[in-house]
């Protein structure tokens, strides 16, 4: 039988960002809520103008304000910001369960120096693999560069990182649960396992809108077969490579591919000026289309108005996007990032040519579409519901 509890979230960036802990971290809380838990979130401003104490939706914000440079440093912005407040604020909520959200922050290192005291359920929420997080750590020096104070910069940074990483299994003793993400996260499962008790999967999900009928795509009228994607204007998002895919794919009817993203403009603007050169030289069967830092509302009417998602990124970790266009029912193209290869449904390409075979083929077979959109809608009715995630994070911290 479920009972009332009191937990605390601890994380670096909470609302009103909307970035993509901050985002997870925001329904859960919310979602706790509605079940009947007092919630309360300790995040960092980052010297922003954010109330010192709120309440949103039900949730108690509590903020301090830290500057960080992980691994070398968190600073205090304020006189409220140190650990000593941090400890304070805790002990003062006494919470029955403490989520810390990531390791190689504040919200974890800090904990540890007063972890030891408090004897509720203390659980490490992971958003990446072991391997992810030590990459920022064990990055070769680079002793081309001249300058030689940034050599030594970086000599230091390798030097605490790895350190921090030799005695991880000091900070993953104090906890009595790790949540992690997906199930292509061996590292830190199989680290979990010799440190902790408990290890456990907490899935991504997505908003409830993406599941509403309007946004159903066995509604759309194929008048011209539109590709979307929704990604950042930065390197490792490669829209580049999925321009490339659309230039040597050969279409059957008219086509549109929408890309929208926040980021660099200059990014975006490069790929503009191929998107030029790929239009010119075609026939009359493509058109490039880019948005940026357009409105949520906007990119939800894109959604809707597409047939097929695609994503081209070089990195991922569990994309919400690809989650998203699933709950929508439309087939997915990927290149071979974090779990998308545990979606079913979903098309695992691995090169350039690979994706424009794809975006031809899914163009032109309106039924292959259809199976494949059906098969990710029925895969995110399972696993990216909000209700979902919120029922199996209540299951685990009522776990005795």
Known sequence: MNRHKAVMFVLDSFWPNQDGVSTVVQYLSEGLVEKGHDVCVLANAKGRDLPAREEHNGVVIRRMNIATRWPIYYKAMDD?????????????????????????????????????????????????????????GWRKVD?????????????????????????????????????????????????????????????????????????????????????????????????RYLLEAYERATFQSKTELIIVGNGSKAYMEGLQDFANEIVKKDNGYKNIVFYRGIARDKILE????????????????????????????????????????????????HSVNEMASSMAEYERDLNLRKTHGQQLSNWAQKHCRRSVAVDRLEQLINRE
Request: with cysteine.
């Open 143 to 239: 002793y081309k560069v001249r300058n030689i104070g940034n050599i030594l910069y970086q000599i230091r940074m390798q030097h605490k990182a790895g350190n921090y990483w030799k005695s991880i299994n000091d900070s993953l003793c104090k906890y009595n649960m790790l949540l992690y993400l997906t199930d292509v996260h061996t590292n830190i499962r199989a680290l979990g396992q010799r440190s902790i008790c408990h290890v456990e999967k907490l899935e991504n999900a997505v908003d409830d809108i993406f599941f509403e009928e309007s946004l159903s795509h066995e509604n759309i009228e194929n008048d011209v077969c539109r590709f979307l994607c929704v990604a950042n204007y930065m390197e490792r998002k490669n829209q």
């Open 80 to 136: 409220k910001s140190d650990i000593q407040n941090y400890h304070d604020v805790v002990v003062e909520y006494a919470p029955d369960v403490i989520i810390i959200e990531s390791l190689c922050s504040w919200s974890n290192d800090w904990f540890m120096t007063f972890a030891d005291e408090l004897s509720c359920q203390k659980i490490l929420h992971l958003h990446s693999d072991i391997s992810d997080y030590g990459v920022y």
């Open 302 to 349: 894109l959604y809707k108005i597409s047939h097929i998602f695609v994503l081209s990124s070089i990195w991922e970790e569990s994309p919400i996007v690809v989650r998203e266009a699933a709950a929508c029912g439309m087939p997915v193209i990927s290149t071979d990032v974090g779990d998308v290869r545990t979606i079913e449904g979903c098309r695992v390409v």
